[in-house]
């Protein structure tokens, strides 16, 4: 078997496509061998099914998500995740149910009806959250929650965006969600502890007010608050210019943003 070729640092800053950057995390990083890296994995198969919340029709895929999110940092148990990938797994098969009783078990050519859309997304976001609650596989699993929503999106009525296809926007999205959370893998940042410690931990207290105030459903972090953490930690004597510029950058930023998990001890 050829091994496959890594991905190099420009085309990992440049790349759109999920599945080359994920490879490239897990294979040659091997991101997915330690619990920060496993943390990480699950917080964006989280971070891509919210970017869909509205088609989650089922709430048992929608409590999968909430409760990996939560597991993600350690305040779910384990049978609680197993319990959330199980429900997820019921959702997919009786939306794969509806699917077989309206076609007929026959597949379908041509645009979707309404009644067969909603259920083709059905099954697509409960796979989803399935996959974000995986107890194991966490590298095959993200993989898994990506495709879902990229399969969700192509599935839709409005199959262009940015005069591209819905699918190809979708995965240039989930490669910006990647960097949010992961950085630069091949020039990692560290933070100084004395920044963490100025004014009475005040950047440590920013960090953590953006992680849990975050918009909800779809789960982005308040750009306004990582804009005054990036203030906070200039002015505690922070010019790493790859820190700021990410904290003042218009996003995505979701949970697992790497200058905040840095800020808060997280990495």
């Known amino acids: 078997m050829t091994k496959r070729k890594a991905v190099g640092e420009a085309q ?7 599945y080359a950057l994920l490879r490239e995390l897990t294979q040659h990083h091997r991101v997915a061998q330690n619990a920060a890296g496993r943390r990480r994995l699950r917080l964006f198969a989280c971070s891509c099914c919210r970017r869909f919340w ?3 029709a089922d709430q048992h895929a929608r409590q999968a ?6 597991f993600a940092d350690g305040q779910a ?5 197993v319990a959330a990938e199980r429900s997820a797994g019921d959702a997919e098969r009786r939306a794969m149910s509806r699917i077989l009783e309206l076609t007929g078990g026959r597949g379908w050519h041509g645009p979707l009806p309404p009644d067969l859309e909603e259920a083709q997304h059905a099954r697509g976001t409960a796979a989803a959250a399935g996959a974000a609650a995986a107890r194991a596989g966490l590298a095959v699993a993200a993989e898994r929650a990506a495709l879902q929503c990229v399969m969700v999106a192509a599935t839709g009525r409005d199959r262009w965006e940015d005069g591209r296809p819905v699918q190809l926007a979708v995965d240039a999205l989930q490669c910006d ?3 949010d959370i992961f950085g630069n893998p091949f020039q990692p940042a560290t933070l100084d502890s004395a920044w963490l ?3 009475d931990a005040a950047v440590v207290r920013l960090a953590h007010a953006a992680y849990e105030e975050r918009h909800l459903p779809e789960g982005s972090l308040d750009n306004s ?3 005054v953490l990036a203030d906070a930690l200039e002015e505690a004597g922070c010019t790493d210019a790859d ?4 904290l003042r950058g218009p996003g995505p930023h979701v949970r697992g943003c790497w200058p905040v998990d840095l800020c808060l001890g997280k990495s």
């Open 65 to 70: 998500v909430e409760v990996a999110e939560r």
């Open 243 to 246: 820190i700021l510029s990410h």
């Open 12 to 18: 990992w800053l440049s790349l759109g496509s999920t």
């Open 225 to 227: 608050r990582l804009a």
């Open 177 to 179: 969600l990647l960097r």
């Open 54 to 56: 509205h088609l989650f």
């Open 77 to 81: 148990r384990l049978d609680e995740l």
């Open 197 to 199: 410690t100025w004014n």
